[in-house]
């Protein structure tokens, strides 16, 4: 039986950290969105409760929104998170494997004072088409900034620290080995109340238009 392995990439340089996802910008993406749905920056400013000068800094990836902000964006704009990071190739055969390391991660925050949030993809956009997965890095005391709904149903698994999720005004204290499901249509949100770095596994049901 053959074992099927990607490609070494600069992640295997000595020195270099196997488990540090590659940070993708989305700028451009998000402009590219915008443009093609024919929006101008105050409107689609307006629709999500932004200024345009934020916004039009989060087109030029000199700010990142939060994890609240970026998902009233990709609704407004009729997208999907999944479609903002890096195009994964399906590799070969029937099965994609996605090594530690190589995945493509969106950084969320990183100037509020350390509290940010990393999204690391460890689904293949090329082949996921009823499924979005991500592990949710969460900083000590980072948040979504705000409650997310749509459509749709979320799971979870916590593989590391301890997180406030909110759902429906109601805070539930998960830790690791813990998991947690809901309906994405009730509002919903999370902190990390901790001192160290909360990673879940976070896999949803994709906004569909």
């Not at 940070?23 to 998000?30: N, Y």
């Not at 593989?159 to 999720?165: D, F």
């Amino acid at each position: 039986m053959k074992t099927k392995r990607a490609a070494k990439t600069s992640t295997d340089a000595p020195g270099a950290r196997r488990d540090e996802p590659a940070v993708v910008e989305i700028g451009t993406r998000l402009r590219h969105a915008r443009l093609t749905k024919g929006s101008t920056l105050r409107q689609l400013a307006e629709q999500v409760g932004c200024t345009e000068s934020f916004l039009s800094k989060v087109e030029n990836d000199k700010v990142r929104p939060s994890l609240a902000i970026l998902h009233r964006l990709v609704v407004a704009l009729e997208i999907n998170v999944a479609t903002l990071f890096t195009e994964s190739p399906a590799g070969e055969g029937p099965v994609a494997i996605m090594r530690n390391g190589e995945r493509p991660a969106i950084r969320m925050d990183p100037r509020r004072r350390g509290r940010g949030i990393v999204l690391e993809r460890i689904l293949p956009n090329a082949l996921a088409k009823l499924l979005e997965a991500n592990i949710h890095h969460v900083a000590p005391k980072g948040s979504s900034d705000g409650l997310i709904q749509h459509d749709g149903e979320e799971l979870g698994y916590v593989l590391a620290g301890r997180l406030e999720l909110i759902v429906d005004g109601v805070e539930y204290l998960v830790e690791a080995g813990d998991s947690f499901f809901f309906d994405s249509a009730l509002p919903h949100g999370y902190r990390n109340p901790g001192d160290v770095e909360a990673s879940v596994l976070w896999v949803n049901t994709p906004i569909s238009f």
